[in-house]
């Protein structure tokens, strides 16, 4: 009797112990966990969709569609601006589709790294998002400059000029592109741009190409400085769609951490998941 209640004991402690490690680590052990399945395998649909639907399609003309209608509205106002008029421009997946890159990933079952970013920008193959070209034309022919400030890496300067150029897009010179050399907050490059510019539209597919209040924030102020901002949207903000990575994943979906294991990702996701 008195071993069969030992043995009891000893169960329920042990249950007990593994309920608290659970607890403490419950990031540790995805929902899923295959230790045989891809590492890339959650980004396939947002890769195929960003290539292949005709839904992403609409959308990027939809922004530059906006984008002209606002330019449009802007130059009819007949405000005598103290400063040439500008637009400011972030370049991957809101000019350029950086896609085959991401299905490199895939292929190669390869997470994000420097090396394979400089190696997709060397090939200087990425094409212009369908739309960005007619817009960006068309507002050259109206005497409004385009800046493109992206964070793509200063030691990439010459080959994403070339990029662009082959591309077609105007103003795509040494003075009106702002690379990132140290911070990848943008503010800093706007606000050069603003000393001998006005600035009248911004395009980027990432919250922070708008505005410094959504830098390294996590998925609730992102949302509620979205709400604040809301008549910015489609008047000065001109948003492109972008599934496959941004500040929306890493700063708030992995809430800012780049330490993460996979399989830890891989529950963060799941537990994530609105459901009823």
Request: net charge positive.
């Amino acid at each position: 009797m008195k071993k069969n209640i030992l043995i009891t004991l000893f169960a329920l402690t042990l249950i007990i112990g593994c309920k608290s490690q659970i607890t403490q680590t419950e990031y540790e052990t995805p929902r899923v966990k295959n230790i045989n399945s891809s590492i890339r395998e959650y980004s396939i649909l947002t890769v195929l969709w960003q290539q292949h639907a005709a839904e992403y399609r609409a959308l990027t003309y939809q922004a530059f569609n906006i984008a002209q209608i606002q330019l449009d509205n802007i130059l009819s106002n007949k405000i005598e601006y103290k400063k040439p008029l500008a637009i400011i421009a972030d370049i991957d997946e809101s000019l350029l589709d950086n896609s085959p890159y991401n299905g490199k990933l895939i292929e190669l079952d390869e997470e994000y790294s420097k090396s394979r970013w400089l190696e997709w920008g060397k090939e200087k193959k990425a094409k212009a998002i369908h739309g960005a070209l007619d817009f960006l034309k068309y507002a050259k022919s109206k005497d409004v400059e385009v800046f493109y400030i992206s964070n793509r890496l200063v030691e990439q300067k010459a080959e994403t000029l070339e990029n662009l150029q082959r591309s077609g897009f105007p103003f795509a010179d040494a003075d009106h592109i702002l690379l990132r050399a140290n911070s990848s907050g943008k503010e800093q490059r706007r606000l050069k741009v603003q000393q001998s510019h006005e600035i009248v539209l911004l395009i980027g597919d990432n919250l922070s190409d708008f505005s410094m209040v959504f830098d390294n924030q996590s998925s609730s102020k992102r949302n509620n400085r979205v709400d604040s901002l809301r008549t910015s949207f489609g008047k000065k903000f001109i948003v492109l769609p972008n599934p496959m990575y941004g500040d929306w994943e890493t700063k708030g979906i992995l809430e800012g951490k780049y330490d993460w294991t996979n399989f830890q990702k891989d529950s963060i996701r799941h537990r994530k998941i609105k459901s009823y």
